[in-house]
T-cell receptor, first 116, second 109 residues
Framework: GAVVSQHPSWVICKSGTSVKIECRSL??????MFWYRQFPKQSLMLMAT?????????EQGVEKDKFLINHASLTLSTLTVTSAHPEDSSFYIC????????????FGPGTRLTVT | GIQVEQSPPDLILQEGANSTLRCNFS?????LQWFHQNPWGQLINLFY???GTKQNGRLSATTVATERYSLLYISSSQTTDSGVYFC???????????FGKGTRLSVIA
């Protein structure tokens, strides 16, 4: 159990377009999901915390108008990169916790975004 | 915020050798997880271990919460163990994980 999926697994888009990435908890409900970004040869950095039914909380330096997060249900959070530019090319990973008896977090397989 | 330091940053092993990876953290934690990131980028969850000791096959981990460190042991290493190992922690409730910079392991035949 505790599977998190992401779609798409990779995407190539042109500069100026928008891309939507989905994060789903397949076998549990998650009131909170997290979005991370990883650049090559670097560690994961938190972008935002996604809360079901309320606004996301963004980390300092992350533009909320550029990275739109919608947590419309207890199993789905989406990240939309608006007006993407080459510097947005990165690996985006989401995670969720079951909040049952532990705080263990489960990570999706990631989405590799390339903006040309 | 909480700081996480991993050592060594890079490690090269001969196949069959054993190794110990270390994770130091700056504050008390209620979540500590070890991950292996494979060449495709996927994070493989190795251990959820905010305290105590766990073993899974050739891997084992120990967290000494009072001294703010965790160790990941890899025994009889194989080439498939190559990749980046991350330690990540959180110190309150259902909060996001803070990742260390990772240890890049290369196991050569």
């Amino acid at each position: 159990g505790a599977v998190v999926s992401q779609h798409p697994s990779w995407v190539i888009c042109k500069s100026g377009t928008s891309v939507k990435i989905e994060c789903r908890s397949l076998d549990f409900q998650a009131t909170t999901m997290f979005w991370y970004r990883q650049f090559p040869k670097q560690s994961l950095m938190l972008m935002a915390t996604s809360n079901e039914g309320s606004k996301a909380t963004y980390e300092q330096g992350v533009e909320k108008d550029k990275f739109l997060i919608n947590h419309a249900s207890l199993t789905l959070s989406t990240l939309t990169v608006t007006s993407a530019h080459p510097e947005d090319s990165s690996f985006y990973i989401c995670s969720a916790s079951r909040c049952a008896t532990t705080y263990e977090q489960y990570f999706g397989p990631g989405t590799r975004l390339t903006v040309t | 915020g909480i700081q996480v330091e991993q050592s060594p940053p890079d490690l090269i092993l001969q196949e069959g050798a054993n190794s110990t990876l270390r994770c130091n953290f700056s504050d008390s934690v209620n979540n500590l997880q070890w991950f292996h990131q494979n060449p495709w980028g996927q994070l493989i969850n190795l251990f959820y271990i905010p305290s105590g000791t766990k073993q899974n096959g050739r891997l084992s981990a120990t967290t000494v919460a009072t001294e703010r460190y965790s160790l990941l042991y890899i025994s009889s290493s194989q080439t498939t163990d190559s990749g980046v190992y991350f330690c990540a922690v959180a110190n309150s409730g259902n909060t996001p994980l803070v990742f260390g910079k990772g240890t890049r392991l290369s196991v050569i035949a």
